[in-house]
């Protein structure tokens, strides 16, 4: 192995008088204090507890959320309510979703995306969604920005579904969310 001399000049470089920061002790600090923090937060998660809102989605209850104080700090969750013979709104986020039939009978319709990457992603979605049936006890997986609404068959009952998203995709820069139709009386 061949030992190698650093040129001076490239030290120097690197020792420059350069403004100086605090990150990495910055960091620290802000992890005791997320710590001491995390010790309050909520284990169990009361019905109670679990706000309603009326959104431009349709008519949620919050299960888990990042705003709710909960040690789950990867999951949001919520329990979305279809009246019957209606629909969701529709919309696409980069994460990932999943979501279980707790009543009803329905199915979803999915807009893949299809996207590009030269210098920028470029994204654009099939004109003619694709169908996937579901009723009660079913699982079911949309794909990271595929656009999507959920229709409830049953003009009569109510559909009720539990909705899973990750807020790690979120975390890593991709907070891409968009709302393309909102749901009926929103």
């Known amino acids: ?24 002790a910055e960091a620290l600090k802000a992890s005791e204090q997320f710590r001491e923090e995390y010790k309050g937060r909520l284990n169990v998660v009361k019905a ?5 809102e009326r959104s431009p989605d349709g008519l949620i209850k919050h299960i888990i959320n990042e705003r709710m104080s909960t ?7 919520y ?13 696409r986020h980069l994460s990932e979703e999943v979501f279980y039939v707790i009543e009803g009978k329905g199915y979803d319709l999915h807009w893949d995306v299809n996207f590009t990457c030269d210098h920028e992603m470029e994204f654009t979605w099939e004109a003619e969604p694709k169908r996937f049936e579901w009723s009660q006890g079913d699982f079911v997986y949309i794909p990271p920005y595929c656009a999507h609404k959920h229709f409830n068959s049953d ?3 109510e559909a009720r579904i539990i909705v899973i998203n990750s807020r790690i995709v979120k975390a890593m820069g991709f907070d891409w969310f968009d709302q393309l139709e909102n749901a009926e009386g929103y």
């Open 1 to 24: 192995m061949t030992n190698r001399v650093i040129d001076p000049r490239e030290r120097a470089k690197s020792h420059a008088d350069v403004e100086h920061v605090n990150f990495y």
């Open 48 to 52: 109670s507890q679990m706000p309603l």
């Open 71 to 77: 040690k789950e700090c990867c999951l949001d969750m």
């Open 79 to 91: 329990q979305q309510f279809i009246p019957g013979g209606k629909a969701t709104g529709k919309h």
């Open 155 to 157: 003009p009569n009952n």
